[in-house]
């Protein structure tokens, strides 16, 4: 850091201070290789005007997340994200009522408890980003998470022990454009079967519990670009309307029930790059999905498909990765 000592503070490295007061209101000390803990009378919680505070990717040698970090009531960013903190993220953090981003992402044993969850929800208002992956929440009932702030924009809660019905209205939330839940295999939950639109550009649910159909309600998120449902219980047809989600650019449904013909509808996802549609219970031949020319993964393996490889499939010069295997199938693959 190009910190020295007798010059003003406003030029350093990661510092940003209002011009006009001279008050720091901006520290960035991500990846600066910072190491030990923040005890509770460190001059740090002394900026009391600091709006945006970023420590991520530092190591604080499984210190405690301290209670000092209320003092910053001006606070709308914090992040401090796999920098080896540990134990319960303490209350204090949901006093800090102005946060618009909140990212703790961890590798560590760091818990997040119920009481924490509900304070946060009921006193962070303004909330747009919450991070929280790999963070312990086991404790967390998710129903806590239902009054979660309508601003909310981005919510990943991956690799999280979470467990239990995951709210319906989350999912409908008027600005949401992310929900990550990957790998909580103890958390269920249904998608809206109706007036489901919502400004989504990445949902997944892959690892959970997750279940029932894929609504035709699907065909209403016209900006979603990933769709990742693989390994939960998901069955039955996959619905025609699902072409119409043609900004897809990955559609990873791989290890569910689904069933059926794959939809020939899905040949209108010009954009889609990976497709994974292995071990589930497809049969019917391959439908002209072939021809999608952007497409640079592709696995249909283990499901019932039958017929002919299609020998038209020129439009795949983009591929990298294809698998067929545990169908039966027959033909050669199209040079």
Same mark, same amino acid.
């Given at each position: 850091?190009?910190?020295?000592?007798?010059?003003?503070?406003?030029?350093?490295?990661?510092?940003?201070?209002?011009?006009?007061?001279?008050?720091?209101?901006?520290?960035?000390?991500?990846?600066?290789?910072?190491?030990?803990?923040?005890?509770?009378?460190?001059?740090?919680?002394?900026?009391?005007?600091?709006?945006?505070?970023?420590?991520?990717?530092?190591?604080?040698?499984?210190?405690?997340?301290?209670?000092?970090?209320?003092?910053?009531?001006? /606070?709308?960013? +914090?992040? !401090? =994200? #796999?920098?080896?903190?540990? *134990?319960?993220? %303490?209350?204090? @953090?949901? $006093? &800090?009522?102005?946060?618009?981003?909140?990212?703790?992402?961890?590798?560590?044993?760091?818990?997040?408890?119920?009481?924490?969850?509900?304070?946060?929800?009921?006193?962070?208002?303004?909330?747009?980003?919450?991070?929280?992956?790999?963070?312990?929440?086991?404790?967390?009932?998710?129903?806590?998470?239902?009054?979660?702030?309508?601003? /909310?924009?981005? +919510?990943? !809660? =991956? #690799?999280?022990?979470?467990? *239990?019905?995951? %709210?319906?209205? @989350?999912? $409908? &939330?008027?600005?949401?454009?992310?929900?990550?839940?990957?790998?909580?295999?103890?958390?269920?939950?249904?998608?809206?079967?109706?007036?489901?639109?919502?400004?989504?550009?990445?949902?997944?649910?892959?690892?959970?519990?997750?279940?029932?159909?894929?609504?035709?309600?699907?065909?209403?998120?016209?900006?979603?670009?990933?769709?990742? /449902?693989?390994?939960?219980?998901?069955?039955?047809?996959?619905?025609?309307?699902?072409?119409?989600?043609?900004?897809?650019?990955?559609?990873?449904?791989?290890?569910?029930?689904?069933?059926?013909?794959?939809?020939?509808?899905?040949?209108?996802?010009?954009?889609?790059?990976?497709?994974?549609?292995?071990?589930?219970?497809?049969?019917?031949?391959?439908?002209?999905?072939?021809?999608?020319?952007?497409?640079?993964?592709?696995?249909?393996?283990?499901?019932?498909?039958?017929?002919?490889?299609?020998?038209?499939?020129?439009?795949?010069?983009?591929?990298?990765?294809?698998?067929?295997?545990?169908?039966?199938?027959?033909?050669?693959?199209?040079?």
């Amino acid at each position: 850091m190009s910190w020295k000592w007798g010059t003003d503070c406003c030029s350093w490295e990661g510092v940003t201070c209002d011009m006009a007061t001279g008050d720091v209101i901006s520290l960035d000390l991500s990846c600066s290789g910072l190491y030990g803990s923040i005890p509770s009378n460190t001059s740090l919680f002394d900026l009391v005007h600091l709006q945006k505070l970023n420590l991520a990717n530092n190591n604080f040698n499984l210190s405690l997340i301290s209670s000092g970090f209320s003092r910053f009531l001006n /606070l709308t960013h +914090l992040n !401090l =994200s #796999y920098s080896n903190f540990e *134990g319960s993220i %303490p209350y204090e @953090i949901s $006093r &800090l009522s102005e946060l618009v981003s909140l990212d703790l992402s961890t590798y560590t044993t760091l818990r997040l408890e119920n009481p924490v969850m509900e304070a946060l929800v009921q006193n962070v208002t303004k909330l747009q980003l919450l991070f929280l992956d790999y963070v312990d929440m086991s404790t967390v009932v998710p129903g806590t998470l239902k009054n979660l702030s309508s601003s /909310l924009t981005s +919510l990943s !809660l =991956s #690799y999280c022990r979470i467990q *239990g019905e995951f %709210p319906e209205n @989350i999912i $409908r &939330l008027p600005n949401l454009q992310m929900v990550r839940l990957k790998f909580n295999s103890n958390l269920s939950g249904v998608f809206p079967r109706s007036n489901w639109t919502s400004p989504l550009r990445n949902l997944d649910v892959s690892g959970t519990g997750f279940s029932g159909h894929l609504p035709d309600s699907i065909c209403n998120l016209r900006h979603l670009r990933e769709l990742k /449902l693989y390994k939960c219980n998901f069955y039955g047809f996959l619905p025609a309307s699902l072409g119409n989600v043609t900004q897809l650019v990955v559609l990873s449904l791989s290890s569910n029930s689904f069933s059926g013909h794959i939809p020939p509808s899905l040949s209108n996802l010009y954009q889609l790059i990976n497709v994974d549609l292995r071990s589930n219970n497809f049969h019917g031949q391959i439908p002209d999905i072939m021809n999608l020319t952007r497409v640079a993964y592709l696995d249909i393996s283990n499901n019932q498909l039958t017929g002919s490889i299609p020998s038209h499939g020129t439009g795949l010069q983009n591929l990298a990765f294809l698998r067929l295997y545990n169908n039966t199938l027959s033909g050669t693959i199209p040079s």
